[in-house]
């Protein structure tokens, strides 16, 4: 059993800057960890992910503005959001998983309960 707290949500100015972060109760070395947000109204979106390895994926509406990093000897991972705009506001949860046999996708079985960054325009 593995309890994630994220923290570093705050309201911040378009063009600013956040570091999201998430801390978990036990070791998080074999799990991946992913950022996901959702925003009043819409569909969850997987934000980014990074493998127990340290292999990185970002969605295309955030890959080179966000930054998703690890540190297993703290316990932490990270997300640095960049040049924020508007539409980035929204709850953002961290998540650890594992890729099923078989599968190419992750299967979250550990959720945090989430951050609430906003950003004004």
């Known amino acids: 059993q593995v309890q994630l707290v994220e923290s570093g949500g705050d309201l911040v100015q378009a063009g600013g800057s956040l570091r999201l972060s998430c801390t978990a109760s036990g070791s998080i070395a074999i799990f991946a960890m992913g950022w996901h947000r959702q925003a009043p109204g819409k569909q969850r979106e997987l934000v980014a992910v990074?493998?127990?390895?340290?292999?990185?994926n970002h969605a295309d509406s955030v890959k080179g503005r966000f930054t998703i990093s690890r540190d297993n000897a703290k316990r932490t991972v990270y997300l640095q959001m960049n040049s924020l705009k508007p539409e980035d506001t929204a709850v953002y949860y961290c998540?650890?998983?594992?890729?099923?046999?078989?599968?190419?996708?992750?299967?979250?079985?550990?959720w945090g309960q989430g951050t609430q960054v906003t950003v004004s325009s």
């Open positions: 998540a650890a998983g594992r890729r099923r046999l078989g599968m190419v996708s992750y299967e979250y079985n550990y």
């Open positions: 990074i493998s127990s390895g340290g292999s990185t």
